[in-house]
Structure formats: C-alpha cells, structure tokens
C-alpha cells in the first residue's frame, strides 16, 4: 500500500467506506516484496512458486496467486518476512511453464526485488 514490503491491509465493506491500516509495527523481521515479470500472456507469473532461501539453508516458498476469496483480488507481489539473524542468500523461482531461474540476493538492506522469467525483457 505505502510500498515499504511491510502488508497493509485495506478492507472494503458493503455501502460503506474504505478503511485502510498501515503496517507501522516495529521490525523483529526484515520485509521483502518479490514482483514477477512473466510472459506476454501471463505477464504477473500467476501460478509461479517463489522460495526463498536463507545462508543457513532453511528456505519459505509463496506461489502467486490471482484471487483468494469471494469478490476479493490480491496483490500480484510475493511477500516474505526474512527473521532477524538470517540472511536472504538466494531466491528461485519455478515459473508457470515449469522453467526455473535462481536469482542470488546479496543487498539485504534491499526491500523490493523484481524478477523476470528468462528470456523475458
């Protein structure tokens, strides 16, 4: 919502307005938005699975998804929460045509990657 990887939350209720709440909660984590660039038919990746792995080799796997619930859309960005202590080493993907690419990571201080599928511009 305010682009700083932290989830934000915005709820949208039946003739009624908006309310939207900011994540400002202190950090025991590091943030991390990952957006895909897929093909021209399928240019958010949706399907794609997204691991994350770590230094000491425990990895978090997301997949991107169109929609979740009733009349409901979500973000076509992949959220991870990287623990205190450990670092982000690498993030690998399988795209929706089952290809995958490995993406080594070495700037943690960074809090949105975008990732294209090989081949792709």
């Known amino acids: ?3 700083d990887a932290r ?4 709820v949208g209720r039946n003739n009624d307005t908006l309310l939207a709440f900011r994540n400002e909660a202190d950090q025991e984590a590091t943030s991390m ?3 895909l660039r897929g093909s021209r038919k399928n240019p958010h990746a949706i399907g794609a699975k997204v691991t994350a792995v770590m ?3 425990s990895s978090c796997m997301r997949e991107c998804y169109a929609g ?5 859309q979500s973000s076509p960005g992949i959220h991870f929460s990287i623990p205190n ?7 690998r993907v399988q795209w ?11 700037n943690m201080g960074q809090h949105m ?9």
Do not use: C
């Open 1 to 3: 919502w305010n682009d």
């Open 7 to 10: 989830l934000d939350l915005l």
């Open 33 to 35: 938005m990952v957006n």
């Open 55 to 57: 230094s000491d080799q």
């Open 68 to 72: 979740n619930s009733y009349l409901s």
């Open 85 to 91: 202590g450990k670092n982000l080493k690498e993030i």
């Open 96 to 106: 929706p045509d089952a290809t995958q690419s490995k993406h080594p990571f070495k």
């Open 113 to 121: 990657v975008r990732l294209s599928k090989p081949g792709i511009r």
